[in-house]
């Protein structure tokens, strides 16, 4: 499936949200789930064909042409419109699909699958615990949307300094705690350091956790063994990994997930 870009913003110094429209979207089947993503297909430069592509033919075009996959999350669906917005994290300039946020313009196009998803909020817990980076927001952000007023909810989230916080809209009581990399000894640390010294509220509660590798392994290892989180309810996976792109990444994430059971 395809769909054309029809506006761009710069909704922080470090998002870009893209919206997306016509191409193949009437056929866009949306998931329940608030974690929803697609994976997009991201075209190397001067590659020798468009999109609309033959993935199974432009796959065997060798390392320099072929398209590039990574996964991003919904962050939001208007079924009414056929309207698909994505919020990219701006990392740098290296890597395919930042880069591609950066340079996008009106009329250029995305090929992507899906949406698969398996997270929405429980209705049957007394609050919902949320934590992550700047890739994890549009998860929350979509997530939080969903929420009554009679929910309530703690959010944990790290961004570069205050001007990276990204609004978040909820009907539900919504505790959210900003953690600033800008001027911390060790950024890598801020979330877990964060979530040790909060004070649990009552209850039962879900978890949602996702963001870079190492720091998510951390919150697992501490929220499973201090918290006795539930490693098959909660979901709590790493959506990206420092110094790796995410081809590199992809071909050890099985032994490090593998691996991470050894944390105990
Ligand atoms: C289910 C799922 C949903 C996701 N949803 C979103 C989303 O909604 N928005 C979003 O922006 N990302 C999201 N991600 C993460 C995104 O897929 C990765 O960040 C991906 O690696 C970006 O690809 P790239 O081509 O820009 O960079 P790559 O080519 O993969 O990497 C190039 C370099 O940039 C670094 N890098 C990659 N991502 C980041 C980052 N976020 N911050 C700092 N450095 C980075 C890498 O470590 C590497 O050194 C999601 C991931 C998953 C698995």
């Known amino acids: 499936m395809f769909a054309e870009v029809i506006d761009i913003e710069r909704i922080t110094p470090g998002m870009i949200r893209v919206q997306f429209a016509g191409g193949e979207l009437d056929d866009f089947e949306p998931t329940e789930y608030t ?4 994976n997009g297909y991201f075209v190397p430069a001067d590659a020798p064909y468009s999109i609309p592509f033959d993935l199974d033919k432009v796959r065997g075009l060798g390392d320099d042409f072929r398209p590039r996959p990574r996964r991003f999350t919904v962050r939001k669906w ?6 698909l917005t994505i919020d990219f994290v701006v990392h740098g300039d290296s890597g395919y699909a930042g880069p591609w946020a950066k340079r996008a ?4 196009r ?4 899906g949406p698969n998803g398996s997270y929405s909020p429980n209705p049957n817990v ?47 009581t919504v505790d959210v705690k900003w953690l600033h990399r800008k001027n911390a000894p060790d950024p890598s640390t801020l979330l877990l350091t964060a979530i040790k010294e909060f004070d649990f509220l009552k209850g039962t509660f879900d ?4 963001g870079e590798a190492g720091e998510v392994r951390e919150l697992r290892k501490y929220l499973l063994s201090e918290k006795q989180v539930d490693p098959e309810t909660a979901s709590i996976s790493p959506y ?25």
């Open 207 to 210: 978890v949602f956790v996702h």
């Open 105 to 108: 313009n009106q009329g250029d």
């Open 110 to 113: 995305l090929q992507f699958k």
């Open 35 to 38: 974690d929803q993503y697609i």
């Open 78 to 83: 208007d079924n009414d419109a056929k309207i």
């Open 240 to 264: 990206w990994r420092r110094n790796h792109t995410d081809e590199a990444w992809r071909e050890v994430k099985k032994e490090w997930l593998a691996d991470q059971e050894n944390d105990f």
């Open 126 to 172: 007394d609050w919902h615990f949320f934590a992550g980076d700047e890739t994890a927001i549009p998860g929350i952000s979509a997530s939080l949307e969903t929420l009554n007023a009679n929910d309530r909810c703690v959010v944990f989230l790290v961004v570069d300094s205050a001007e990276f916080e990204v609004p978040l809209h909820s009907d539900a």
